[in-house]
């Protein structure tokens, strides 16, 4: 098999031909030069989330990019076991790490936030004229959702603007395509994300709130969690609170803007709001993949694993698998399938703040929708894609809006 290029740039902007490669060719593919295997078809990857005896999802490793562009390993146990919280812990941990946050993020408490999420929407949102050029990204998508996560954690609403650097700092550390001394200028940007989260946490500790911060105070006191364990759990949900909605916004509003009849149809709609995101969330997973690491020698599919070998469980090529859904590669508002998408992922890692983003998702595509006759791509602005195997997000998207 020809070995895919998986940094070119033409690759990681549409990763979709790539990805079709290999669920053909190789549905568990070694990264050449490294010890990563990258899980592309659907039935495979919903197979190792059922698997936690085998595939832990403890951060391990992450792929890097060499002095010469290859991909490398990067290893993160220096870190110890303190970075394994939520999305990177395994049972019993895990389930004591969403014991905490779940509260906060329960489909009742979620769904009573609409109408602060329209306010804020129209905070960020003011009367446009016509003809109006926006950046969606920096205007309402990512803005919007770390918004809400740093009201739900317990964070001033100032501070916001510098969250979203670290966030994405830290999201640019998983990219995949990061440089070794790009890693040390991420590393130093963690360095004082922790330092902050740090002096958050010391003052929630002395005056404990309502919120999220004040209930991880509560339970460090009480000896459930390390200060540790604490600050690595505030990054992730920064980090993760504030990417996957933001590359969900992102996404529906540019396939909206790249199609005007089906712009049309959900803006007829509003009902099909919902399930168009759902099919935005199969067809542009916001998350391409999450690590696991191999616990022991295990077979997956055709592939022969070493304890010590790394995962990387594609999303974004199993939302896109033929064996799965019909006409994967196709905008199909009424789609009725055999399988479940895995944006979210599945089993005991199922995002734990899906209903959170899917709230804020309908409310930011809703409200856009309703402010406008139309919008497109600007013709002279192309939309930009975050270089990320990790990650799918726009950096830019320019859209020319017509006010209702």
């Known amino acids: 098999m020809a070995i895919p290029d998986l940094y070119d740039r033409r690759s990681l902007d549409d990763p979709y031909p790539l990805y079709d490669h290999l669920r053909r060719e190789a549905p568990v593919w070694q990264v050449p030069g ?8 659907w039935s495979l990857v919903a197979e ?37 919280v939520l999305a990177t812990a395994d049972d019993p941990s895990h389930a004591a790490h969403r014991r905490v946050v779940f509260p906060h993020l329960v489909p009742a408490r979620v769904a009573g936030m609409e109408g602060e ?58 990219s995949g395509v990061a440089s070794l001394d790009r890693m040390v200028v991420l590393g130093e940007s963690a ?61 529906a509003a540019r396939l909206l ?17 919902v399930p168009f995101l759902e099919e935005v969330l199969r067809f542009e997973s916001p998350f391409r993949g999450h690590y696991r690491v191999v616990r ?12 010590g070998d790394h995962l990387v469980l594609h999303w974004g090529a199993a939302n896109r698998d033929p064996e799965a859904f019909d006409d994967p590669d196709r905008i199909v508002i009424d789609r009725r399938e055999r399988h479940p998408h895995l944006a979210f992922g599945r089993g005991l890692h199922f995002c ?3 209903p959170l983003a899917r709230l804020e998702a309908r409310v930011a595509i809703s409200e856009l929708l309703a402010r406008t006759r139309s919008f497109r791509l600007d013709p002279d602005d192309a939309p ?12 830019r998207l320019p859209l020319i809006v017509e006010a209702a």
């Open 34 to 41: 490294t010890r990563t295997w990258l899980v592309t078809s």
């Open 257 to 273: 803007a790249e199609d005007p009849v089906l712009q049309e149809v959900v803006r007829a709609d509003p009902e099909l709001v």
């Open 352 to 354: 734990v703040g899906a």
């Open 117 to 174: 999420l329209r306010a804020l929407f129209a905070q960020l949102w003011p009367t446009r004229p016509a003809g109006a050029r926006v950046e969606w990204m920096s205007a309402v998508a990512d803005r919007m959702p770390l918004t809400v996560v740093a009201t739900l954690i317990g964070f001033p609403a100032d501070d916001v603007p510098q969250l979203l650097r670290w966030a994405y700092d830290g999201t640019e550390l998983l």
């Open 191 to 251: 360095t004082a994300h922790g330092a902050y989260l740090a002096a958050r946490f010391a003052e929630a500790r002395s005056d404990p709130g309502p919120d999220l911060l004040g209930d991880l105070a509560r339970a460090a006191d009480a000896g459930a969690f390390g200060d540790n364990e604490v600050m690595a759990m505030l990054v992730q949900l920064v980090g993760a609170g504030g990417e996957s909605t933001a590359g969900l916004i992102g996404n």
């Open 296 to 307: 022991r020698p295990a077979t997956l599919g055709p592939a022969s694993l070493r304890a």
């Open 384 to 395: 930009q894609w975050v270089p990320s195997i990790f990650v799918r997000r726009h950096e």
């Open 48 to 84: 190792a989330t059922a698997r936690p005896e085998d595939f832990s999802s403890n951060l391990t490793a992450l792929l890097v990019s060499d002095a010469d562009g290859r991909p490398a390993e990067f290893d993160m146990t220096a870190l110890g076991t303190a970075i394994d």
